[in-house]
């Protein structure tokens, strides 16, 4: 079992920044990824940005790309999610969650993420 605490979210006007950050516990072995979803209301869930824990792959949906930053702290168990120049649209209930030996083509994929943490809220005023 992984357990995920995600935290870091708050209120911030649009063009400003946050870092959100995952705290991972339990059996995380390094042939996990560890990736960042949203769900903004009435919407479904969506990717954001993943990262492998072995070698550092990452992988970013395209309207984040340019703006955002996931990063890795392997000794700490820990994953960050620089935000920068936030829209309102990025606006959302932010999750953290890890996968399992998962292969490069499922990095963006969320059946792949067996463990999931709870949400911490991202507000982006205009």
């Known amino acids: 079992q992984v357990q995920l605490q995600a935290s870091g979210g708050g209120l911030v006007q649009a063009g400003g920044s946050l870092r959100l950050s995952c705290a991972a516990s339990g059996r995380l072995s390094r042939d996990y990824a560890m990736g960042w979803f949203r769900q903004a209301p009435g919407r479904e869930r969506e990717f954001v940005a993943t990262?492998?824990?072995?070698?550092?792959?990452?992988v970013y949906a395209d309207s984040v790309k340019g703006r955002f930053a996931i990063s890795r702290d392997g000794a700490k168990n820990m994953v960050y999610l620089q935000m920068n120049n936030l829209k309102p649209d990025d606006t959302a209930l932010y999750y953290c969650?890890?996968?399992?030996?998962?292969?490069?083509?499922?990095?963006?994929?969320?059946?792949?993420?067996?463990?999931w943490g709870q949400g911490t809220q991202v507000t982006v005023s205009s």
């Open positions: 990262i492998r824990l072995s070698g550092g792959t990452t």
């Open positions: 969650a890890a996968a399992p030996r998962i292969i490069y083509s499922s990095l963006a994929v969320q059946s792949s993420y067996h463990y």
